[in-house]
């Protein structure tokens, strides 16, 4: 049996012997995958201390398992660590995501509607024509054709007011337009398509500003809601001018902010200084108190319901928060990322999902996705805004700011579906339960490979491979004098440093720089003589020269110009930051004294 | 009193004939697993030494389920039992009065207790003993003994085979043919005759090498025998033994010296091959139960396949842990390894996949001697729930439940790969975790190479949603520059923590971190960032510790105490010189105390009065480990005993002592052994009887096993690592009050078990009350049904009796 053995088996036992190594025969079946051998010449052998070489040869056979199974335990790259890199203190690169690739598709153009340089308080949509009233100085202007193609919008109309005018608000069918003004009276337009507009409505029951006018958002079409600086909150019926629910005192100072709810024509929020937001129900005639008050902390500058009717944003100082108003005016969320006060809301359909967008005087537009609570994407526009205005079809927003620039972003026309989206069921709607998918289809059965995942799939991943950059193959092998000539021929400083510390931690740094051979101690060299002085790792680099210098002080001296090159450029760079330390003990003489009598 | 954290490595596992069960020595007892769930069964409870070795009777033919679950333990205690696992049932003893280190049953197969056929012979064991107080002979310390031992007569057979320097491991080869054991460069393999075993009859056969050998197989069938040594070097003798053991008694034969190509000098064998892999000691050697293959492994924590006609190899790499033994099962697709870190792995055979691990509280972390006294590897104990967070090798930190005795969780800390060959140049130096658990702290440290690159970085963790899983929060490179941390402590009831250093100073820390979710996932803004750094004199400060209200913080500045408002960062008063450097500090609950030890020459244990700045009582004690109760004034304090104390027992090289902090006067003290590296803590109990709010004091040795008890109940210099059970349900009551079938029909008369040997069939001998326990557990581990049939019917009459007695 044991003759048969295709083994030499008369040399069993005894052994080769190499210059470097003890080599067992039973070994040379494997002469061929031994990366060592292939590497090393006799030659550069013998200049090789023996000790290092039994290590190399016990550890690549290990290093040959090691690579056979990668499955059980996770494998760590080296990696530079953190601490490692030089803090930057420039702003993140832009990061790109969905949301802000949707946000970019926006096309941007500026208007001055008044030419005045005068705050545009308010802006608003018509609900199913592309109308925009925009509230500036005395006048309501309102503009059509904010067409695709074409950026300057022609005005459409110009409302007339007695004073300065608040708060345009469009009927559902936006036939009817609705205003309030400086002196209180709250009056109602018709738009017709060539005509002028009329006047068709005075609404006086306000004795200051009123601030907050609004037609309910369900058909609901001869009511209109209104509330001003006397604290005053009014619900009217319009064919007759005469007030159905009114509520004096209903706040204890201005109310700011008002809005309908979307699930019932006699449910309002609104928002006052007082820093109180208050529900009301026109169907509750319960004198001056409201269905729920909360507190919101800061006086309010705005206030909405999100598409459910269930929850309520508030804006007021330089946070947002959201509301479960069926919880009794539960907080569920806050946004605090303005840095100044949050001057209007509104609501945005991106895709097929709705933002909620807010405007400071901070110069932010920042799009807020509700459901997963997160900020989504910012803008930044040159001066504090005032106003926003979303278009029910999801192709324009505008701005305005408080020198009387509007600025308008049209989306380009690049997702046809989001034109065929009806107008009134754009902010309000439900999306519909999806189909679930048909298994019974003989395709379903025969799909091959190839299949992409569905919407509803799960897709479970592959587990991701841990991608080894060639120093980490190297070392991973523990040929540690090539990773780190490996490592440094790419130059990048923060990957050398984490191979040197694995070096480190390995105990096998001063080894590999004794191992270096001239080129490669040249690579070390200049490598050292550029970074030496960086504050991040100079305390690693000072004494790494040190020893490469001590270690290697021969072969430095015999190596030529280009050794002395780098060598001079160490020694000067050395120079340098001792004089740069020197001026820094002066600065610092000067001014401990300072401080200590600053202290005192 | 709940003891645990045994190691599962002090000696190979065995499986059960089916290989369902794995039977492990776990210190003083045997725990049998399931293959399966890897979860314990039961144990066998009756030595009171470390058991060294386990042999399964084998199940052959037709002998039926009987003997399915008989094996035989040895102990260092000198004696040898015979159990059923199943029920558990210890069914006999015998004394051999030396303390045994290995045994094995050759003929086990032939003969077993209670076979049928009268022809059968008596069980002999070779047994390798430790007999220390043999003479010096020729100045050779020959502690060491192996000895034949006749089990059915409990006799020993004949005298010494061999004597050796320390007891060595028996090797036995499947069919029980040979037994062999190592001895420093040579082998001694013994042939077993089939009949009349003495040790007269007994031939030597020496094999021998240049080197040292560690470990040796037999081949299962054939004759080949494989040793490796400490070289990493593995030998193969074909055909060993042809000559000598085929004469029995015969003349020496001439040996033929020609084409006998590696074997050494006059050796018995065809042929001996070497073949070099490993680079260190091989641990273990094992042939494949299909014969082609031979598994060895060593240090690398790689299993290496040879092909063993041709030598070709291939591995099973990355175990993640030294190697120490391996174990095949009569099962052909299911072996385990065993591993230094504490840890069986179960493999499916021919991939060898683990399928399931087995893993005890991990061994201590050991470091070079380069770091001396000034880094000590600290454990972390979350009091609450009563877990140890332990640094281990791979640069990770295993969660260990206490009360449950089971491994929770493991983190990786340090993301590096983990290599077992290479020495310690990166490790945890510091847990802390914080009252109640839901924060910790990790130290690491990475050791300068000649003085370049050390780095020493702080890291905090949140715990997630499960117990053990922690996330992390922030990490902070070089928290004191280059110095090292010597301290952190967390500020209860604030996330707030304190981090001392040996350069002066210490720095607090502040988590002012929101989380946001996103989707299902929480995520973390902002984090740890240090609020204040503080220094006393440039003193290395080497203490801290927080009073129960938070309001409080004492920072040891070597041999003074620094009182510190934290929120403020001002100091408030300075408590004046203890000996030594300060190494712990402690508040006392809530009392006005304050507790502070220190090591080395001038080591002393303190309790100041923080009221009036005073020093209350002091002791000249050498402390391993103090701490308090949060509210109550109890104290306990692990202290070292000098070695010059004659007044201690061996072994016992420490006591813990129990104080009132009003009183110098210990309330209770017990002894207790391998005190050094230890720690105490007490824990909140949440065992079913004792819902009222007591503390536990755990006491964790330096070899991480641990005790648990009330330091109220357990009597006075009771020896703290008892030998008896873990859990202690059995204890309830032991009187001898006859009942059920006793009670009625009186005592049934005493079995003889040599009587019943002949008589064909192995009674049992039932545990007192089996029917308390008789259904509860697993399924797969319940006892035959000819077993619970007797103790069932009978418990049914304690009831009927129990029932009697009431209606008069």
Redesign the interface.
Known sequence: M?LQ???P?????TRLCFPYEEL?V??L?DWTPRPWLALQNPSEAVTRPPALSTEYT??T??S???M???A?????PT?P???LRPRSRSVKSLVSTPESSFWRTFRSSTLHPSYLHLPITSLSFSPNSSLLAAASSTSVRVFSSLSLSEYDPTLFATLPLPDLAYSPSFRCDGALIAAGCENGAVRVFDLPNDKPPKTLRRLNAHSCASRVVGFPLLDHKLRLFSAGDDALFVQWDLPTETPLFSVPGAHRDYIRAGAPSPVSPDVFVTGSYDHTVKIWDARVNSGTSSVLSINHGHPVESVLFLPSGGLVATAGGNTIKIWDVIAGGKPVYSVETHNKTVTALTLAKVRDDTRLLSVSIDGYLKSFDFS???ITHSMRYPAPLLSVAFSPTGTIRVVGTNNGAMYMGIKKKKDEFEDQVGSDDFAWSVPLPEKPTSRKNIRYFKRGQSEKPSEGDFIIKRPEKVKLKEHDRLL?KFLHKDALVSVLKTQQTTSIMAV??E?????K??KCISNLDNDELKLLLSFISKKATQPWCA??FM??AK?VLEIRAEDIRSGGPEMAVHVRNLRSMVAHEIQVQRSLQEIQGMISPLLVIAGK | MIVGGQSLVTSPPVFSHDGKKLLVCTGCTVSVFSTTTGMLITELEGHTERVTSIVVVPVAGTVGTKFSNYCWTASLDGMIFYWDFSTPDLLKKVNVQLPVHSFVIPNILSASLGRSDKASQNLYAFISVEDANKEVENGKHLHGSIQIYDLTNSTRAGGVLAETHKPETLAVSKSGEFVGIKKKQQLNIWRVPNKNLKSVNMKKLKLHHTRTLSCLAFHPTKCIVAAGDVS??ILIW??FGKMRHSQDGGGKMKIDMGDR??VRGEDDA????????H?SEIKFLMFSSDEAYLFSGAK?G?I?VWQL????K???????SPLMYFTDSPDPSLSCVSCEDNQIHLLRMPSM??IKSISGIKPPLILSELQGDRSRVTIGCDRSIGFVALPTKDYRIQFFSLLDGTDISHL?VI???YDP???T??FISLVEVSDDGSMMSTVEE?L??????G?I?LKFWIRGSHTGQYTLST?I??PHN?AGVSDMAFCPGRSMAVSTSYCGNFKVWVNNSSF????DEIQEKGGWRCQSVSSYKEIPMTAAAFSGDGSVLAVAAETKITLWDPLNNVLVAIIGDSLGPIRRLAFVGSSEYIMSFSSGTKADLVVWNISNLSRHWSYKLLVEDICCTRSETRVAVLALLSSSDKSISAGKDGMVLVFDVENPIPVSTWFVKKAKGGRLSFINNKLGEATDGKLLLAYINGEHNYVLFDPSNVKEQEDLIPKSARRPQSYAHDENVSHGYASIYGELPSFDLTKARSSDSIPFVSSKRPWETIFSGSSHALPPLSKLCSPFLESLLEKAEKQTVLSQ
């Open positions: 044991y053995s295709p083994l088996l008369g040399n069993c036992g067992d039973s070994d079946n016990t550890k056979k290990r040959e398992a090691m056979a199974d990668e059980t335990r996770r494998v760590f990696e660590a953190s601490h997963r609570f997160k991973r040197l510390e070096l480190v931690a390995r105990r740094l001063i305390r690693f004494d790494l020893w | 990493g070097r074909r055909g190509p590696g065809d042929s001996c091959s070497t073949w070099h892999w680079s690398e790689v290496v006609d041709m030598g070709n291939t591995y099973k790499p990355n175990i993640g996949d683990i990786q993301e590096r790969n060959v290479d020495e140049t990166v990475k300068p190479e000649m003085g370049i690159g780095l970085s990490i490179y070089e280059n946001i979710h996103s989707g």
